[in-house]
């Protein structure tokens, strides 16, 4: 059935020319350089077709013409003379140095066919992996590639799939969908609209949204509301600045959240705040989560979490008794071991309060466009599914995930050995959009080992990055945001608008190309089948077939919107079967998770203490006394990106760690001095902030550390720094029993002064 979106009447064309003769194209910026957001822009190119600015679109819902500096000086990464703008190969005996050699865009595809298909037919599809890293506009495109190719194992590149995937995977197994916050994004009129409701409370918790735009969330919306009247209730171990202006701020022990939410379900379910028609009509295992979190007080709480019990009373109170309640959590809660209960005990605390799908409350996504999570599934061969490295040691992965397991791909890669003890070789990779070994991989020298055993890697980015330069023996120079097509529908948000290509330099020699398009044209050569169109536009236009409308007319009228509606659970729209309820086996949200029980995991969300922690390793940390988070979020830099664009470095120069006034103290350390973190794993230098927002013995460093400035592979400087400075040294692939979660966010180091 053909649905409709509802769209915005512009006053302009998506592209005119201003009255001083420059070119203005509408669009959005949703892939590199960037961040996950997809802002609503306008950029702007001169007479001979430079881009000389980008501006917000002011009649765009998204962002209403804000944007930060990622976007505001996208133009430095653009024209960058370190951009790639060739395609490259080396021999692979000369990975690690800088031996590369310019071919053409025919013989690089050559090369990878060659290759690809030389492993596919003697050793089998499942033989090549495919890795990609944080998800923008590429998700849809690899996941393709990958399996038009017939390889089940498509990668992301971090341990436990430790980033959205337990929040995602963990909501769809306990309520049958994955929930947002409701800040009117899927309006036209946004907070205008008649059946919005301001949330009375947000909950934010492990995320600084300003900073970190989670779930398709625009950070600046967490202030649209409160200056509705929106109260804040933060859950971080560092002060931020909404801490400042919340009701309540818990400075919470990293990798404690399991702790502290089933404190809070005690408090509801003991003091009787809980939503009782709610929980009685369309919930599952009430009584047994009542009884399950009875010996989690709040004070028993606070000896875990390090959180007062009076505060833990006073934000759960507030919860409770909020008209519309948002939990805004982020990856703090996917980054530890703990994650997958963690994320249950907090969505139980959603459902027995009501905040579900309701106004100003947790909203369910109508994903009509089901691109993001498998486009292509039907691709794949079902017995090459099978041989999805990882599926057989951790099922709800396989039932919930659309990739294999990364802990098992690199145990795969080093033995030649499956999960099940089988003969697995594996021969090449395939890296998009992911700079693993300074972003996500624990143990960068262990990878550099396991990816050395391989025949052949290709990989594709906008410039030259450590993973690249010490791992792939061809690459391939990918388009900016400005330079390209694509399309972008959000995660999140019910909106789909157009990425528009402003910038084309071919006169200029330089032919980069889109991830989408070289994913297309090499997918045709490995699977004409899989990709009948001529050009990206088409098949943009295949993903939007059901809606009745082309690429090109969504371009002309985006953002373009579908209808939306609250309390499709009394309804049957969430069930494909039409029934009411929630999309589970019981068609209720599942408290005690059927699911999780078949999995052999626990039904009742429970707490684990971190693997390396002050209470289950005491030793341990009396030799590394400081509980170190990582990841923490700056303005001008998104994960490893803009390390080499000078005014964005300029607002973050140094890789730095906050230490809170007691460590300092201990340590007897100085502002903007120099030290080394370091535990029994590895180490990496930092410089010192000495930050009050901190809450006692913890410390905060930020992560995706390199150095383009500096020489490539050399002793000097460890690949570009990227190994001296690299905060996942300090520990170790671990991930949780259900293959999701992983301790990125709590370890145990001490502080090393650098004497020069």
Known sequence: MEKKFQTIEHEKPWRYVTEDGLTVTRGSAWSGPGCHLGCGILLYTDKDGKLVKIEGDPENPFNKGRLCVRCLDAMEAVYHEDRLTTPMKRDPKDRGKDAWTPITWDEAYDLIYEKFNGFREEYGPESVAFFQGTGRDIAPWITRFAWSFGSPNNVFGMSGNSCYGPRVAGAMCVTGSFWVGDYSQQFVDRYDDPNWKVPEVIVVWGNNPLKSNSDGLYGHWVVDCMKRGSKIITIDPQRIWLANKAEVHLPIRPGTDAAMAMAMLNVIINEDLYDHEFVDSWTYGFDELAAHVQEWTPEKAEEVTWVPADKIRQAARIIAAADGCIFQWGVAVDMQKNAVAA???????????????????????????????????????????????????????????????????????MTGKNEKGEDHPMKGAWIQTTNFLVNTAPDPEYLIEAFHKLEFVAAIDLFMTPTIMELADVVLPAASFPERQGIRIGDGVQRAETINRAVDRRSEGIDVRSDMQVNRELGKRFNPDAYPWDNEEDMFSSIFAET??????????APVYLPFEYHKYKTGKLRPDGQVGFNTRTGRIELWCTLYNGYGLDPLPVYEEPTHSPYRTPEEYEQFPVVLTTGSRNWSLFHSEHRQIPRMRALHPDPTVLVPADIAEKFNLADGEWVVLRNQFGSCKRKVVIDQTMAPGIASTDHGWWFPESEGRSEEDGLFGALEYNCNTLFKFDQGKAGFGCDYKNMLVTIDKIEE
């Not at 109508?366 to 099922?395: A, C, T, V």
């Not at 009745?548 to 009228?557: I, T």
Request: net charge negative.
């Open 343 to 413: 994320g249950h005990a907090i969505t139980c605390i959603q459902a027995i309060t009501g905040n579900v799908d309701n106004p100003g409350g947790m909203i369910c996504p109508d994903y009509i466009l089901m691109y993001f999570s498998g486009w292509g599934r039907e691709l794949l061969d079902p017995e090459k599914r099978k041989n999805r490295i990882g599926d057989s040691k951790f099922p709800m992965v396989a039932d919930a995930y659309s990739k294999a397991d990364a802990d098992e791909v690199y145990n795969t890669i």
């Open 548 to 557: 009745g409308m082309r690429f090109e007319e969504v371009r002309e009228q």
